[in-house]
Structures are given as structure tokens and as C-alpha cells.
């Protein structure tokens, strides 16, 4: 069965530049969510969007903003990078309020 | 809005032996509950649900969590640990954003599996 794709796997990034993640849900999933996970952290809830319009917002940085496309896949975009951005994100999609599937995250490495 | 707690930070067994990994959630109302497995560098895989249906859910992998109102837990347990359930696991309650659709998930803080020989 398909999964949610997120790419790139790795990424590593200088502080002060620019990241893109994307994120390919579940087909036929309308709700895709972003997690950062920082090093021996929680999943903590960034933004979600249902039917390509933003659904929620949860800790996520002015630096940060996502949008959804209208093949439904996701992408992050990250500028002025800092070390502390350093983390695992984490896309996941799910069919209205059942479960999350997660897709299997991309790791931002900030030097 | 809800809440979830996981007790234990760290669960040592031996392989063979029981695993109870411990979860107390806070909701004004009847919850959706998840145990997602999370092992090194990798995502977050669904063991299990709870949304309103049989109290006691089965999982995959042999893992089964029994959702208790009286006690606002919801705990999973696996009557034989194997040295491959070694992972990070994370009891998830769903927060449903008010006059809306929509949720999103509440992770409780995880608790790290370790499984000896």
C-alpha cells in the first residue's frame, strides 16, 4: 500500500539559508500535518492543512511556512535557518479525523 | 484541551517477559487514543487505536492496550517482549479543534524500551 513520501531523507543546511521539505500523502488523504521532532524530543505539531487551506497552526515559526498544493502534496519551507532547527519533520496525512499516517521524515542538519 | 501523560520514561524487560508501558490521558469527553512505535531513525508507525469501539484494542506486532474511563488510562501491554520491540513509544490522544473537522494529535512525552537477552 502506499505511504506518505516525504524528501529529501537528509538535508543539511548552513545557518541563515533556506530549506524545502515535501511531503506526498496518503492518495485520497485530505488532511496533511507537519511535526518537528527535535533530538530525544516529542512529535510537537508545526501546521496542518485540509483541502489545500491551512487547518491549524501550532508552534510553528514566522521563519517557517507550508503550503498544500492541488495534488494535495505539502511543502515546508524554512528560511533563516538556525542550529536550533536542527530535527527531524515529520509529514503525515490521514483520511478527515481518523488516525495519522506518518511518512518517515526528513532529518535538517543546521551547521 | 487534551492531555496525555506516559509515567515511565524508561521500561527495562528481559525478552520473553511481559511489557507494560503506561498511559493516563485528560479529556472532557470520549477520546481517540493511539500507541505509535517509533524505532531509531525512523518514523512513526500506527500500533494501535482506540476510538469509541472495543474497549480492548489489538494491535500488531502482538501489542493490545485496553482503554479504561473510570481510570483515564490507556495502557499497552504485550505478554512476550522480543529484542525487536526495542523502540520509543508514544500514547497519542486526538485533539479535535473546536467547530471544526479537523484535529490534530497530542503526544505524550514517550517511553524508551529497552529489551534484554
Known amino acids: 500500500a502506499a505511504g506518505v513520501i516525504q524528501s529529501p531523507r537528509h538535508l543539511i543546511k548552513e545557518k541563515r539559508e533556506t530549506a524545502t521539505l515535501k511531503c506526498y500523502p496518503i492518495p485520497r488523504h485530505d488532511t496533511v500535518y507537519w511535526y518537528q521532532q527535535g533530538p530525544g524530543q516529542d512529535p510537537q505539531f508545526l501546521i496542518s492543512f485540509y483541502e489545500k487551506m491551512q487547518s491549524d497552526k501550532g508552534s510553528i515559526p514566522d521563519r517557517f511556512s507550508a503550503q498544500q498544493f492541488s495534488d494535495y502534496h505539502s511543502e515546508l519551507n524554512m528560511s533563516s535557518l538556525e542550529l536550533g532547527d536542527s530535527a527531524l519533520y515529520f509529514c503525515?496525512?490521514?483520511?478527515?479525523?481518523?488516525?495519522?499516517?506518518f511518512g518517515s521524515g526528513t532529518q535538517l542538519s543546521v551547521l | 484541551a487534551q492531555s496525555v501523560t506516559q509515567l515511565d520514561s524508561h521500561v527495562s524487560v528481559s525478552e520473553g517477559t511481559p511489557v507494560l508501558l503506561r498511559c493516563n490521558y485528560s479529556?472532557?469527553?470520549?477520546?481517540?487514543l493511539f500507541w505509535y512505535v517509533q524505532h531509531p531513525n525512523k518514523g512513526l508507525q500506527l500500533l494501535l487505536k482506540?476510538?469509541?469501539?472495543?474497549?480492548l484494542v489489538k494491535g500488531i506486532n502482538g501489542f493490545e492496550a485496553e482503554f479504561k474511563k473510570s481510570e483515564t488510562s490507556f495502557h499497552l501491554t504485550k505478554p512476550s517482549a522480543h529484542m525487536s520491540d526495542a523502540a520509543e513509544y508514544f500514547c497519542v490522544v486526538s485533539d479535535p479543534i473546536e467547530n471544526t473537522g479537523f484535529q490534530k494529535l497530542v503526544f505524550g512525552t514517550g517511553t524508551r524500551l529497552l529489551v534484554s537477552p
Open positions: 479529556s472532557s469527553y470520549s477520546p481517540s
Open positions: 482506540y476510538t469509541s469501539a472495543a474497549t
Open positions: 503525515a496525512s490521514s483520511l478527515g479525523r481518523a488516525e495519522l499516517f
